[in-house]
């Protein structure tokens, strides 16, 4: 373990405080020296707070799902939230139904697609006792055991952003929701809301305002595409979930909420776990219509939602949810689809899907090899790019493909 990385556990301890012995309980045998955090958490298992009020199910890969409004619990022992004992007008203690479900359909989605874990924090309180999607004052209306809930459902979304910086440099977040307005679409809230996004994509470009208060701020900011294309363009997440068959709003198909719809444009969450203030974990709200809540539906929705998160997250920000074997097939396809448009020749796309396919073939057997293949198909994806025959963004993006695949890898060997 690495200066850095200890530094980084001791604060985490730190900052999580009670949360940690309850969940030592359960994994670390006595007298354990201090662990890193892939040791503490094995992705896919469940993990609980004080009270069990507060679920975490750690991961492996890049992403993040949080759902709190999602609880049922009313516990005696704290008194129900009032919006006079609160004191606020963002005041609400309506619940989303089977936001719970969603959370664990999706998790169930990416585990049989790829094998791999994303991240997912449940709150199990009801609003009407904690509302984790708001400042600790009004969340927790004073109220010590609800206090401690909500900085646990933090802390959880702190300690799996933690291991996906570390892990892979960048990640993606997610707060679910439903909503019961009568459009039936996703309502997508990057911080932005229905009077900005009816800006014409020119005022929501030449404005540096909108961009810097959005929940992906970061990645926009250090993004080839404009502003308004990564909102609603053509390999915007909306677009992409209404060519799945899920209209959603903003997207080239639906680019705003019309004057008087009722529309969530995001929370605390995504304020605070988004990247509207930094750091390389960005992300949004997605407020979910009631006809998609139903508890049959959820598979289908959950298996949609990988496929599209799976394209645009590498699309728009090269963040890979994939197990390292179909990484390696997506870099593969990559370099058919530049030999197929003459961007590369067909002699060195052979060579360069040969060190794929050992690689490939590697995986299972030995992941050192696997890996030493990759490095040499990085270095001859660089010896193409200075001898001019690869341009130098495709060069990087299969390199930074590559590396993606690597870091995978040892994602995936770290959680076992
Ligand atoms: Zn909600």
């Known amino acids: 373990m690495n200066k850095h990385r200890t530094k980084r556990l001791a604060s985490a301890i730190v900052a999580l405080g009670a949360l940690l012995v309850t969940t030592a309980a359960v994994s670390a045998p006595a007298g354990a020296q201090p662990r890193t955090a892939s040791d503490d958490f094995n992705p896919g298992e469940s993990y609980f707070g004080t009270n069990d009020y507060i679920e975490y199910l750690p991961?492996?890969?890049?992403?993040?799902?949080?759902?709190?409004?999602?609880?049922?619990?009313?516990?005696?022992?704290?008194?129900?939230?009032t919006r006079e004992t609160c004191g606020s007008d963002d005041f609400a203690t309506v619940n989303d139904d089977n936001t719970e479900q969603l959370a664990r359909e999706i998790q169930s989605a990416f585990y049989e697609r790829t094998g791999m874990y994303p991240h997912v924090v449940i709150n199990h309180l009801s609003r009407n006792r904690l509302d984790a999607n708001r400042p600790i004052g009004v969340a927790a209306c004073g109220n010590a055991e609800a206090e401690q809930a909500w900085t646990e459902f933090h802390g959880f979304i702190d300690t799996a952003k933690d291991q996906i910086e570390e892990s892979y440099g960048k990640g993606w977040f997610t707060d679910l929701?439903?909503?019961?307005?009568?459009?039936?679409?996703?309502?997508?809230?990057?911080?932005?809301n229905a009077a900005a996004l009816r800006l014409s994509d020119d005022e929501l470009n030449r404005d540096p305002s909108h961009e810097s208060s959005a929940s992906f701020r970061v990645f926009s900011e250090g993004s080839p595409l404009s502003f308004a294309d990564l909102l609603r363009g053509s390999t915007a997440l909306g677009t992409l979930f209404e060519e799945a068959g899920y209209p959603a709003t903003p997207s080239q198909q639906d680019p705003a909420p019309a004057e008087g719809e009722p529309f969530f444009s995001g929370g605390y969450n995504t304020r605070v776990h988004g990247c509207m203030n930094g750091g390389q974990?960005?992300?949004l709200q997605i407020e979910h219509n009631r006809s998609i809540r139903d508890l049959e539906d959820l598979p289908d929705y959950a298996n949609a939602l990988y496929d599209v998160y799976s394209e645009y997250l590498l699309t728009n920000f090269g963040?890979?949810?994939?197990?390292p074997a179909q990484g390696l097939d997506?870099?593969?396809a990559d370099v058919a689809g530049l030999v197929q448009r003459g961007e590369l020749s067909g002699k060195h796309g052979t060579a360069l899907t040969a060190k794929l396919n050992s690689a490939k073939r590697q995986l299972e057997r030995d992941e050192r090899s696997a890996q030493k293949m990759i490095r040499a198909f990085v270095r001859h994806v660089g010896a193409l790019s200075r001898s001019g025959d690869v341009s130098a963004t495709d060069a990087e993006r299969l390199t930074a493909l590559a590396r993606r695949v690597v870091q995978t890898m040892h994602a995936q060997v770290e959680a076992r």
């Open 59 to 81: 991961g492996n890969l890049p992403v993040v799902f949080a759902a709190p409004h999602a609880g049922s619990l009313e516990p005696s022992s704290i008194p129900a939230r």
């Open 177 to 192: 929701h439903g909503h019961g307005h009568a459009v039936q679409r996703l309502e997508l809230g990057y911080g932005l």
């Open 281 to 283: 974990i960005c992300g």
């Open 319 to 323: 963040i890979l949810v994939q197990s």
């Open 330 to 332: 997506t870099l593969a």
